[in-house]
């Protein structure tokens, strides 16, 4: 466990440490490296530029863990909005009418209201409906994020469920997670697409992989398992060795640029970025938004060590 969590998660709550990380130059350059702006304003010229450049974006309107429908209600009106200016941005740009759509929206249930009772399930499931019908009209792909393994269970139901009217719908699996490679298989062989990532949350050892190695095993043999089987790929990875695991399984495996993608976080690599699509691959960056964004920088430092380390390093390095 990370010996500062206790520290970092109650500075988590303090407005005047937020108000201090923003004040001061250094800090408040993590902020706008890693997250987009708090408005859908600030949010949308960062995304056409990243669009300009050839990449494509997944967007993530920060909040989760929505404790009253109205929260819900208000994410469910923020996302039918960033849907319209995510498509319209899209439309402005050469190219813009592709197979692979080159905006989409990421969303957390628990955002939707998933932990609303007894009926947050169900409410959950309601408005990710609404959400998704919407993105079909404006050519906008959808992935349901990741969240704690207690929620696992119940995204991958919902997602189920949704796609049989969806089937392009996406959900993401975390590889920390013992159970990952069995999952890797049955989402395969449901056709989803799936974004397969490491996983950042703090778990315990009954349920997720504790070492490095551990973690890295599972996702190249997750990794393995969707290349050979799955409909599309996406490998949310700055993992050099992952990166190149991918590329040679493309290869195995037939599969050209439009048949999987990359993912990598907005404000992360950005030279790699840059090189993968200068190849020809198809790379896909996630951008945060939101007033939320103080909550969620802090928890991902607070969730495992190597991330403070992560994000330090990569403010350092501006390539």
């Known amino acids: 466990m990370n010996p500062l969590r206790p520290a970092i998660l109650a500075a988590a709550g303090s407005s005047r440490m937020k108000d201090a990380i923003t004040r001061v130059p250094a800090t408040a350059a993590v902020v706008r490296r890693f997250v987009a702006g708090e408005t859908r304003a600030e949010l949308v010229p960062v995304a056409r530029e990243l669009l300009a450049s050839g990449r494509a974006v997944s967007v993530d309107f920060l909040g989760e863990y929505t404790t009253e429908h109205a929260q819900a209600d208000a994410a469910v009106a923020e996302y039918l909005s960033l849907i319209d200016d995510l498509a319209e941005a899209d439309q402005m740009m050469p190219g813009a009418h592709t197979d692979i759509p080159r905006v989409e929206v990421s969303l957390k249930l628990s955002a939707l209201g998933q932990s609303l009772g007894q009926d947050g399930p169900a409410i959950a499931a309601e408005n990710l409906h609404k959400l998704c019908a919407k993105a079909v009209e404006r050519h906008v792909w959808v992935t ?4 704690d393994h207690t929620t696992t269970a119940g995204t991958l139901d919902a997602v189920r469920q949704a796609r049989a ?37 703090q778990e315990p050892a009954t349920v997720a992989y504790q070492r490095r190695a551990e973690v890295d095993v599972s996702y190249l043999r997750c990794l393995d398992v969707l290349f050979r089987s799955a409909w599309y790929p996406m490998i949310a990875s700055h993992d050099p060795a992952m990166i190149d695991a991918a590329l040679a399984l493309a290869i195995e ?67």
């Open 253 to 319: 495996n037939h599969r050209n640029p439009g048949d999987f993608e990359f993912q990598m976080l907005y404000g992360v690599r950005d030279a790699e970025q840059r090189r993968l699509v200068a190849d020809g691959h198809f790379l896909r960056v996630y951008i945060p938004y939101g007033t939320q964004w103080y909550g969620y920088l802090m928890r991902r430092l607070a969730e495992r060590p190597a991330n403070l380390g992560f994000f330090l390093r990569a403010l350092a390095d501006r390539a």
């Open 165 to 201: 009217e969806f089937p392009w719908l996406a959900v993401a699996l975390q590889t920390y997670l013992r159970q990952a490679e069995d999952r890797a298989r049955d989402l395969a062989a449901d056709g989803t697409r799936v974004r397969l990532c490491k996983g950042a949350y």
């Open 144 to 147: 349901v994020d990741a969240e």
